[in-house]
C-alpha cells in the first residue's frame, strides 16, 4: 500500500484528471444524448428553471439591462450564454410597458421557441459551457485539497464528486446549485490555507486573493453563498483566537480588506450588466421588492444610489436581488409534495432534507458516511487524551472554517420553506464528500484482523467503490431522477418526492416527443408541468389536459402525465377519488424516462 500511496502522490494530478474528463464525458451525454442523430429529440429536454436562466443570460450580455431573472445573479448564466454571442441568435422583443418587468417565462419562452432560433441548437451550447465550468471547478477542488490533504484524500473527494449521480445530473443543465456549492468549497479550502499562512508568519497573499476571489465568485452566483461569508469569516476568527490570538487585529483588518475587494467585485460586475437599465427602471424594481417591516430611509437611500454612479447601480441591484430572493425563502408560496402529502407555504418541515439525503444519496457513499462516523467516533474513544484531542481540531483552519459552515448553513436549510429539492443543501454535501474522503483514507492501508489473519482495509472498501461506480453506471442517463433502494430505486423515487429531485419541469419532454413520433399517435392528452411549449415535441397530437377541471378522456385515447402533476393530485385531499389519477393504475401502458407516465383510457 506504501507504493500506491508513493505512486498517486507523483501522478495524483493524472489520475484527477482522467476522473475530470470522465465526470465531463458523462455529463455531456447524460442530457445530450445521441445528439448527432438529431437534436430534436436527443436527451433531456430543457428543465424549468433553464428556461429563464439561458435567455436571460444572453438578455444580459446583449442589453446590459439586470431587469430578468432578477432573484438569481449572472455568473452561471453568463457562462451559458457566452457560446450563443456566436451564433446569430434573434432577440425578441419586448413590450414598452413591459420593460421594467421580470417577463422571465414570458421573455424565455419567446427567446427559446418563438423567435425563429433553434431551442435545441442552443441549450446544447449553453449546457456543454456550464458542465464544462463545473469540471473546471472539479479539478480545483482536488488540485486545492491536495495542498491540505495531500493526493489520496483529495483523489477520493473528486471520486465522490464525480460520481455522484446528483453531482452529475445538476452539474449537466444551466443551474446555479453545482457551481455555488463548488465555489463555497474553493472558497472555504483556500481561506483554510490562507489561515494557516498567517498564523505561520508567512505573508500569504496568493491565498488571501484566491480566497477573495472565489468568495466573490460564489456571491453572484447565488444569493445563498452570503452564508459563507459570515461562514469563513467566524470560521476564521475562532480559529486565530485559539491559535494567536495576538493576530487578531490583523485578521480583522484582513478580513475588511477582502470585503472592500469583494464589494468592488460585486459593484463592478453588476455595473457592467446594469449599465444600461433606466433610473426608474431600478426604481420601481426597489418599490416593488422592498419589504414593508424594514425602514422607509432605506429605500430612500436605495433611490439614491440608483440615480448615482455606475458603481452604486451595480450595488443596488445586487441589494434588489437579495430582496427578491429573501421574500421568496420566507413565504414559499409553492406546493411541495413529500412522502404521500402535500405542503403549502409552511413547508415539508425539518425531515424533508435528511429525508432525501439518505435516499439521494448512493448506497456506496453512505456505507463510506457510517463507517467514517464510527471509525472517527472509535479512535476518538481510544486516544484518552479527549481534551488535547479537541484541541487540536480547533487548531486545523480547515476543520473550524468547515464546521462553522455547516452549522450555518444546515441552520438556514433545515429551516427552509422552501423545500424543491436535495439541491438546496449542496454546498453542506459537497463538504461532507470531502470529510468521509479524509477519514476512508486514513484507515484504507491500514490491516485489520479476520479470523486472526490480518487482511487490508483497502481489500475490504474495494467493493464499496465497485458499488459507487455501479449505481453511477446503471442510473446512466437518468441522474437527475436518481434515488437509491432505500428510496424505492429510480423507477420509485417520486414516491418520496419530486420537484428538482426527480421532474424538473419535464426534462422527459422529448422522449415523449420521439415516442408519439415513432408510435405515429394522433392525439395525447398530457398534463405535464413544463415551461417548454409541449407542442414545439408533441405537434398537433398534443391537448392540454387537467383532470382537476376537465371530464375523462375518451376510451382508447392517451394520457401522459408527469410525476409531478400525477403526485400532487393524487395526494390532494380536497379532490374526490374520481379527480384523482389513481384510478388509471392499470391503465399505465409505457413510462416515458422515469418522469412521464402513459395510460390508455379503457
Known sequence: MAKILDFLKRNGNYFALIICLIFLITAFFSVQGKFWEGLKFSGDALTSDEVSHIPAGFYYLKTHQYFINTEHPFLVKDIAALPLLFLNLNFPEIPDEQKYENIQWQFGSDFLFNAGNDPDLITLWARLSVILFNTLLLFLVYYFLKKIFGAFPSLIATFFLAFSPNVIAHSSLVVLDAPLSFLCLLSILTFSLFLNELTEGKRGWKYFFLATFFTSLALVTKFQALFLLIAIFLGGFFYVLIKKRGLLGKYFLLFIFSLILILTFIGITYGFHAENMATEGIQSQIEANYPDYLPS??????????????????????????????????????????????????????????????????????????????????????????????????????????????????????????????????????????????????????????????????????????????????????????????????????????????????????????????????????????????????????????????PLPPSNFYLAVSSFEMQNINYDKGLPDSKKYFQFKDDLIKRVGPGIFVFKIK
Open 297 to 550: 430611509f432605506g429605500k430612500n437611500l436605495l433611490f439614491r444610489a440608483a440615480s448615482s454612479n455606475f458603481f452604486c447601480r451595480g450595488l443596488t441591484e445586487y441589494l434588489v436581488g437579495t430582496l427578491m430572493i429573501t421574500g421568496r425563502a420566507v413565504g414559499a408560496f409553492q406546493t411541495t409534495y413529500f412522502m404521500k402529502a402535500i405542503y403549502g407555504s409552511g413547508g415539508a418541515g425539518l425531515a424533508y432534507f435528511p429525508v432525501l439525503f439518505f435516499t439521494k444519496e448512493s448506497l456506496g457513499f453512505l456505507i463510506f458516511l457510517f463507517l467514517a462516523i464510527l471509525l472517527s467516533v472509535w479512535n476518538l474513544f481510544k486516544n484518552r487524551h479527549l481534551k488535547q484531542s479537541f484541541f487540536n481540531f480547533f487548531k486545523n483552519p480547515f476543520n473550524v472554517t468547515c464546521l462553522s459552515f455547516i452549522l450555518l448553513y444546515a441552520l438556514f436549510s433545515l429551516t427552509l420553506r422552501l423545500n424543491i429539492g436535495l439541491r438546496h443543501i449542496f454546498p453542506i454535501t459537497f463538504l461532507v464528500y470531502v470529510l468521509v474522503a479524509r477519514e476512508i483514507s486514513k484507515w484504507l492501508p491500514l490491516d485489520v484482523s479476520i479470523f486472526k489473519r490480518p487482511v487490508k482495509l483497502s481489500l475490504i472498501f474495494l467493493p464499496v467503490f465497485i458499488l459507487i461506480i455501479g449505481s453511477w453506471a446503471l442510473v446512466f442517463p437518468h441522474y437527475l431522477s436518481y434515488y437509491n433502494l432505500i428510496g424505492g430505486g429510480t423507477e420509485e423515487g417520486y414516491e418520496i418526492a419530486t420537484d428538482s429531485n426527480y421532474d424538473w419541469g419535464g426534462q422527459d419532454v422529448k422522449r415523449l416527443g420521439k415516442w408519439v413520433k415513432d408510435n405515429k399517435i394522433e392525439k395525447i392528452y398530457t398534463h405535464i408541468f413544463s415551461n417548454v411549449p409541449l407542442k414545439y415535441y408533441l405537434g398537433e397530437a398534443n391537448v392540454p389536459y387537467n383532470i382537476k377541471y376537465d
